[in-house]
């Protein structure tokens, strides 16, 4: 499952300044490039007794009369009820529903990839990918496969204590919690939408 914002403006909360890098928010579709790019070699290896699905929910993040808006509370594709905290973590959004399709297919193993926190960026640097999830086999197999290709990731914690940073007085979650912890946040909530009894892999490629 990749991320496939075509263009991030922030929606209604603007990307502002030069720091924001707005004039290359077409960048933000990397993790369905990954994903698509992916989609090629399997086609090409032709591997026997599997079955693979490549999905992304591809949508640009714009300003218009039917933008969603902070304080929204959106439903979700398996009904979960969403508080809508800065339109600007967009992402997350559609990779819940891409996630919640995921669930339809009743996957035994599930990737997903994002462009979805600039914390990832700050925590790791431009070199490193992070990467969480609910398998140890699996994030050994994707950190072992990263460096064979020269892209390396490395583990963070799934820590559930900072779910209580995204508590919710009007639906089931928010979308965002604090300014501390962002990638674990990101990837908690996410960890919602995932396909029961999935092994699980959350890749932060900011």
């Known amino acids: ?53 490549f999905i992304s929910a591809v949508c640009e993040n714009a300003i218009g009369s039917n933008s969603y808006r902070p304080g929204d509370v959106v439903v979700a594709c398996n009904g979960k009820t969403v508080e809508v905290v800065n339109t600007d973590a967009e992402g997350r959004m559609t990779m819940a529903d891409a996630l919640c399709y995921a669930a339809d297919l009743k996957p035994d193993v599930v990737i997903d990839i994002a462009t979805l926190t600039g914390g990832q960026v700050v925590a790791m640097g431009p070199r490193y990918g992070a990467v969480l999830g609910n398998s140890d086999s699996l994030l050994e197999l994707v950190q072992e496969s990263g460096l064979a290709v020269g892209e390396p990731v490395w583990p963070l914690p799934l820590e559930h204590e900072y779910l209580a940073n995204m508590k919710s007085e009007i639906a089931d979650v928010k979308h965002l ?9 990101a990837a908690l909530f ?17």
């Open 177 to 185: 919690g604090g300014r501390q912890g962002v990638v674990i946040e």
């Open 190 to 206: 996410l960890e919602h939408f995932v396909p029961p009894d999935a092994q699980w892999l959350h890749i932060d490629m900011a």
């Open 1 to 53: 499952i990749g991320k496939g914002i075509t263009f991030d403006t922030g929606g209604v909360n603007l990307k502002t300044g030069p720091a924001s890098m707005i004039e290359l928010m077409k960048f933000d579709c990397g993790g369905a490039a990954a994903v698509l790019g992916a989609a090629k070699i399997v086609a090409a290896e032709q591997p026997s007794d599997v079955a693979v699905h």
